[in-house]
């Protein structure tokens, strides 16, 4: 059996029968099923991106989301299983699957203190799910940083987020940084001076 991937962990396999391989540098020609996955996986980021206009510094949580749902769904065609049921044994449960990048709703849950009137809930983004524990990944539009939460609802008839977003950096600026500023809170008179004003004719 050979292996194309440099990892520490992989150091023991010789003991168990296993012989290590590597690629030669820059020739993934050599390995072509990682490749073709890799690419299947960057075509299907690539529209869950477009689908919902959403920035492109964003392709991990992408390729994430898209690796996560192929798993769960993706039927392969001799074994007639999901990758999933291959690792685990048992069908996998894809009640939980959410719109891409569609508008959501997070629960406050006691994170702040609340006054009697502020709102329980902040707007955020849907953007996947979390690798460590059975939570969802959203971008929170008020704090303007990445959460996990499990006390989110979602509304997935609205995933054209870029309508009601303003992006104020690069495409290829990290997400850990301050990306979106919201636009739906403009006072009528902010909305006013955006509109163009009448010239007086000069005598």
């Known amino acids: 059996m050979g292996v194309n991937f440099k990892m520490k962990d992989l150091k023991n396999c010789e003991k168990q029968g296993i012989k290590h391989n590597f690629s030669a540098p820059r020739t993934p020609q050599q390995n072509g099923v990682v490749e073709r996955k890799n690419r299947s996986l960057e ?29 769960r769904v993706l ?40 006054g009697k009137f502020d709102p329980k809930a902040d707007e955020g983004i849907f953007l996947g799910y979390s690798l460590h524990s059975h939570a969802y990944r959203v971008y929170n539009r008020r704090t303007m940083v990445v959460e996990e939460s ?16 303003k992006i104020t950096a690069d495409d290829d ?31």
């Open 43 to 71: 075509e299907l980021a690539r529209t869950l991106l477009n689908a919902t206009d959403l920035p492109k510094y964003l392709w991990a949580d992408a390729v994430s989301t898209a690796c996560y749902v192929l798993n």
């Open 75 to 114: 039927i392969r065609p001799i074994l007639k299983r999901t990758p999933y049921e291959i690792f685990k044994g048992r069908n996998p449960n894809i009640s939980h699957l959410k719109v891409f990048g569609c508008k959501c709703f997070i629960l406050n849950n006691g994170k702040n203190n609340l």
């Open 150 to 165: 499990m006390h989110v609802a979602f509304d997935e008839t609205d995933h054209k987020v870029r309508e009601s977003i």
């Open 173 to 203: 600026e990290p997400v850990n940084q301050k990306i979106v500023t919201d636009q739906l809170g403009k006072s009528e008179k902010d909305n006013q001076s955006d509109e163009a004003q009448p010239i007086e004719p000069q005598d």
